[in-house]
């Protein structure tokens, strides 16, 4: 089942806890800035 896999316990060491929180700090500096975007919605057909 899909499911069973999520409640079983797992361990991680230290080095691994801290190799994750630094790849996730990482991605924050990382970050690009957001854009706008403009959007025309076709309504119907016609529009095409």
């Given at each position: 089942?899909?499911?069973?896999?999520?409640?079983?316990?797992f361990?991680?060491s230290?080095r691994?806890?801290?190799?994750?929180?630094?790849?996730?700090e990482?991605?924050?500096?990382d970050?690009?800035?957001?854009?706008?975007?403009?959007?025309?919605?076709?309504?119907?057909?016609?529009?095409?």
């Amino acid at each position: 089942m899909a499911t069973s896999s999520i409640t079983r316990n797992f361990y991680i060491s230290v080095r691994e806890a801290e190799s994750f929180a630094n790849a996730i700090e990482e991605s924050f500096r990382d970050r690009k800035p957001t854009m706008s975007v403009s959007v025309n919605k076709i309504r119907g057909q016609e529009e095409l």
